[in-house]
């Protein structure tokens, strides 16, 4: 099958990001868990109206 995760985001209303969390939680201390984890927190969002909580589905796939 394509496991699916899903990388959550909590970020301030001046776009700093104060948490990036990766579900299901197994995948935090993984390779794959860890390299993504690691691009969301050099994501750089603007200022928002307020402060926001989001998560991006994300699918993977392996390789031929």
């Known amino acids: 099958g394509q496991p699916t995760m899903q990388l959550e985001f909590d970020v301030e209303q001046s776009g700093a990001i104060t948490r990036v969390g990766i579900s299901p939680r ?3 201390n993984t390779a794959v868990g860890e390299c993504l984890i690691a691009v969301g927190q050099r ?3 603007p200022e928002q109206v307020k402060a926001v909580s989001f998560a991006i589905p ?3 796939r392996r390789g031929p």
């Open 58 to 60: 994300l699918t993977a």
């Open 43 to 45: 994501t750089k969002f």
């Open 26 to 28: 197994a995948l935090a």
